[in-house]
Structure formats: C-alpha cells, structure tokens
C-alpha cells in the first residue's frame, strides 16, 4: 500500500484558521434577494437560468403556461432526435449503439453504415494508452478514489501529445476521439491498480480486443475470465447512451464548457469535467443511491412491503435514518417532473435480467422507493410536489447485476459522459467566441487600512 502524506498543519492550528475563516466569509440569504441574484444560476422557480445555446442535447421536464412551472413528460433528445428512439432502434436491429451516440453528439447526423464502421476502427486504434504509461502513471502512484485518479491521467496525458495546446477543430476532435476511447482503458487500469495496492486482491490486464464495441471491451477488461452474456453488454450500452450527455447546463457539461471558454488546451478542460461529475449532487449520486438501498434492506425487514419501506422513508425525511441529510436519494431532478426517460429505459430494459441473476427483491424495493416518496413528501414536508425517480435510482442496481464494483459506479458514467463533453467543447469553440464570465456582486464595505502593528486579532 503506498505510504499516505502526512499533513505538517496541526489539527488546533488549522482550527483555529477555520474559526477566522468562517467569521468573514459568511454571506446572507437575504443579501441574494436584495441584490437579485439567482444562486445556483436558478431562478425563483428552481429552473435554470438561461446561459447558452446548444445544438447537442434537449432536457425538457416541463413547460411554462402563464408564468407558472407545468409538469409534463420527461423527454431526452440527442441533436432533435428522441433518445427512446435511438435505444430501440439499436435494439430492434440487435446492434451496439453507443458508437453511434457518439458520432451523433460529434458530427449532429446519424451515421451510414460506413462512417459507423469507421468511427469503431478509429475507436478501437485509439484504446491504447501510450508507452509505459500504466506502469509510470497509474501503478507508481495508486489511488483509492478512480475518478480522482482518472482526472491525473488524463492530465498527464497532455504531456504526450505533439501538439495539446492547438484548439483548432481538426487537433480538438482528434483529442476528443482518443479520450473517448482511452478513457475506459485508464478507467480500469486504475481501478485494478487500486485492488493490488489497498484490498490487497490480484491485479489483472487483458489485451486490448479491437473487435469489441465499447461496451463489450469494459466487461472484457474488467472480468477476470474476460466471460459476459450478450445480454448483459446490450445493458451496459444502454446505460453508455443514456448517460452520454444531459444538456449543456449540467455541473460538468458546464464546467467544460466555461474552460473551454477561455482558450485552455483539451486535456485541462475535459479533467474539469471529471472533477465535477464525482460530486455527490452530479454523478456521485448514484453512490449515495446504493449505500441507501443497503442500509434499507439491512434495516427494513421486508422491503418489499410498501408500509414498511414508508416508515422507513418518514425516518429518512425526519432525519433519524439514512445519511442525516432529510434526503431520498434517486428521487427528483432539477428539470424532470413526472418521469426521467433514463430511469424510463433502464428499468424496463433491466428489469428481466435483475430477476434471472437474483436481484428480484432489490429491483422491488425500489420501485417502492419510487412509487410511495412523492407522497412521504407530502406528508411530511407539507409540500405537494411532482416528483419522479431519476437516473440515479435504478443505475446503480443495474451496475450490480452487471457485476460492477461500486468503486466504478462513477468512473463509468463519466466513460459516457466525456462523449457529450467533447461535443460541447467542440460547439463552444466553434460558436461559443466570448469567455463565460457571470458577475458576482461584492457585499464587503470599504475599510480603511490598518498598519500592522495597529492590528487586533478576534
């Protein structure tokens, strides 16, 4: 295991920093509705301030008829084209189709057959990671969290390209292909690495296949004996296109594209990406979602019966289950009302293999957790809110069946998602022009200076 650092700041001094920290840079709530500001860049009615335009992605949860928030049908749309209608149309002709999300994002048409072949040639080229950079990267400094140590990776990879500070189109997309198909290599490259160095468990790497779809080559790369159903690689696949992009306006799509905004090289605006999306209110949520499932079904005696799983969500509003935070997790979404067509998806297409590998009872409670938390809310918040379950809720039972190790819950969306973050950085560079640069008023008072032998601490 590798030797941890030892901070040389003393728990008493750096309480002590704190405690002058927190007496000067406390703002008032009240000081946001006086000034008019919109935190969060949210407007009164929780929707997103309106910051860009995009061509890539559409969110739509609800409408607005006069003036007022109106619930309606989640829907999630890839360059115009309904999301429910690219995974069944993959589906019904038996065909991966991240390969062909990601030329979607890319380029805003869907492929030919020839340019989809193309695009898995130049995918399964770009795989491999350079000379000796697992063993001089990821095995010499092991880390126990993926995303943090996937974000160094792809930091550390500016430092192999001839040419990273280009941002012209042509250097852009090349970047951008190579880090789409690299990313999961580094994903589980970092992730064996960290079962060698801190669960003490053996360390396996297998050849790169050129002939897998994406999501074949993850299962191929994190299984031992390399072995996996159809059926679980079709899910899996799934799972890649609905997380591939969710709009401009999320954290991390955001967060990219404002890097990219001020003429950074790619490399350092993708990691802001990853940095982001491990949060816990963006992709780390689906962590939290299945540390709550386990503590429901090691604390609820039946979670299937819904009276009992209600008490339970009372408790967890109540603060007295649950993380102490009052929060159900999986449910609800910033822009969806009544249905999030991810979680939609995933579980009607999960939902047969959840049963065949002996998930029944999980898949059960949380549906429960789905149908009873609108009203738990109700009645306990006082408040009557359109709520539904979103992706999070079911993407992390999924992973499980697919024998997914919680360590990668993240790490895999984000092996998604970097799709749709280079189709961002591509659009803003294309037709962005200006650096995203919100104000932010200041609310100290002018004061005098004071020469510091006249100073006073407290």
């Not at 000081?31 to 335009?53: F, I, Q, W």
């Not at 962590?287 to 429901?296: G, K, S």
């Not at 995203?436 to 032998?453: L, M």
Request: proline share 4%; with cysteine; glycine share 8%.
């Amino acid at each position: 295991m590798p030797s941890s650092y030892i901070s040389p700041i003393s728990m008493d001094a750096l309480s002590s920093l704190c405690q002058e920290l927190d007496k000067n840079n406390e703002i008032k709530k009240s000081d946001y509705e006086k000034y008019h500001v919109k935190r969060g860049l949210r407007n009164e009615d929780s929707t997103g301030v309106m910051a860009g335009l995009t061509r890539i992605c559409s969110v739509e949860g609800y409408f607005i008829l006069d003036g007022e928030r109106v619930p309606k049908e989640g829907k999630l749309s890839y360059r115009g084209y309904n999301i429910n209608d690219i995974v069944n149309g993959c589906i019904s002709d038996g065909r991966f189709g991240f390969e062909e999300v990601v030329w979607l994002l890319l380029f805003g048409t869907l492929p030919t057959s020839g340019q989809l072949a193309s695009l898995h040639e130049v995918l399964a080229e770009c795989r491999a990671l350079p000379d000796e950079f697992v063993e001089d990267i990821i095995m010499k400094h092991a880390s126990k969290d993926i995303m943090n140590k996937i974000s160094r990776c792809v930091m550390a990879l500016y430092s192999y390209d001839e040419n990273p500070d280009d941002t012209s189109i042509p250097n852009v997309l090349r970047q951008s292909l190579q880090l789409i198909a690299q990313v999961p290599t580094i994903m589980n490259s970092a992730y064996q690495v960290k079962r060698r160095a801190f669960d003490d468990k053996t360390m396996f790497l297998h050849p790169i296949r050129k002939e897998q779809s994406t999501a074949e080559y993850i299962l191929n790369q994190l299984r031992a004996d390399k072995k996996f159903s159809e059926e679980e690689a079709r899910l899996l696949d799934i799972c890649l296109m609905l997380h591939a992009d969710h709009g401009g306006g999320n954290n991390s799509t955001f967060s990219t594209r404002v890097l990219t905004s001020s003429g950074t090289d790619t490399y350092s605006a993708i990691t802001a990406g990853f940095g982001s999306l491990k949060g816990p209110k963006h992709g780390g949520a689906n962590l939290r979602v299945a540390r709550q499932m386990d503590e429901i079904m090691a604390k609820v005696a039946d979670p299937t019966d819904e009276a009992q799983v209600k008490d339970y969500l009372v408790k967890v509003l109540k603060k007295e289950e649950g993380d102490g935070s009052g929060l159900i997790y999986g449910m609800g979404h910033a822009v969806y009302t009544k249905s999030d067509p991810r979680a939609v998806i995933l579980k009607e297409n999960a939902r047969k293999l959840a049963y065949e590998k002996g998930y029944e009872k999980e898949f059960r409670t949380l549906e429960n957790i789905e149908l009873l938390t609108p009203g738990v809310f109700a009645e306990i918040r006082g408040i009557e809110k359109t709520m539904c379950a979103n992706v999070d809720l079911y993407s992390g039972l999924v992973y499980k069946v697919l024998g997914i190790p919680q360590d990668l819950f993240t790490p895999l969306f984000a092996t998604a998602r970097i799709a749709g973050w280079c189709a961002h950085r591509l659009e803003e560079l294309t037709s962005g022009g200006k650096i995203i640069r919100p104000a932010y008023k200041s609310v100290s008072k002018p004061r005098a200076y004071i020469q510091i032998d006249n100073r006073t601490e407290g």
